[in-house]
């Protein structure tokens, strides 16, 4: 039974990461998880089984079964938080929203503006700040013990299996939609700056010709306000013979250090008659405990709505980070560099 005077919490869509964060909010002491809505009728019955609340196919039922839900989390493709955030805010709702923000500036807007109207806490979540070693490489930047930031380049790709098999709605994102925020959201977060401009290039032929309309692989250089410069690199079609589902690489150089991450080599192999893979960490159980970078998220999202001080991405840097992917692909589409 929810418990008067903390979140309760509904989960608006079911799929890998709002599941994850369903599980999460139902193990947490200080919030209660009420209910979750997908239209996809398999996911609904898994989440059923698997979380034990009620399963609603959409959002309105949701939302007319559950008048006491106090949060949510949208967790739908990148391309339709829009509706699902307006209608929540216009309830009274506080949110935790999957990363990007949204996929037009048009869209980031509504949504910044229900919010201020409604007086909403907001969350993105760009869930690598809550990785120790990110965390480290930004307290020595701030600290002043690793110079000035000259140059950030990263790599941040997946396996052909994500937009032709994991994504049935792969057709209307991109590389640099699904990936891209994360990355220049840890360049802007490390650093303390921001991008102004962005000349980006990119490759469409091998995922059309699989009847996937959308870019196989973009890079993007941007120039960032102090000066420094950020390469961003992200594919959708290595293959699926690699030891992880992503590839996940990032270099920070400055003016007196240089810092280099490699995020899917998790440290565990595995080897077997399929080959070699990197056993992947992001989420796992300590004995009946759920663990991992999403829950550590999630719960400071629970932390502040019970009260406490977090420092926490919130509307601004969404959409900041969504008009930089949008000029990306204006960018790409003019062949011209773009101002952000």
Known sequence: MPTAGRPRFGVVGGGIRGALFAAAIRQHPQADLVAVCDPDPAVRERAGTELGVPVQPDLDAMLAAHPDLTAAVIATPDFAHREAAVRCLEHGLDLMIEKPLATTVADADAIAAAAEAHGAKIMIAF???????????????????????????INLNDTIFVPTQMLSWAAQSSPAWFLMPHSLDLACWLSGGRPVSVFARGVKRVLPERGVDTWDAITATFTMADGSVTVLNSQWVLPTSLPAVFDFRYELNTDTTSFRLNISDSGLTRYDAAGGQWVQLGGYRHYDELRGLGVDMIGDFIAVLNGAERDLPGIAAGRMITAAIAAVHTSLESGLPQEI
């Open 127 to 153: 869930e690598n700040r809550w990785n120790p070693r990110f965390a480290e490489v930004r307290r020595q930047l701030a600290a002043g013990e690793a110079g000035a930031v000259v140059n950030q380049v």
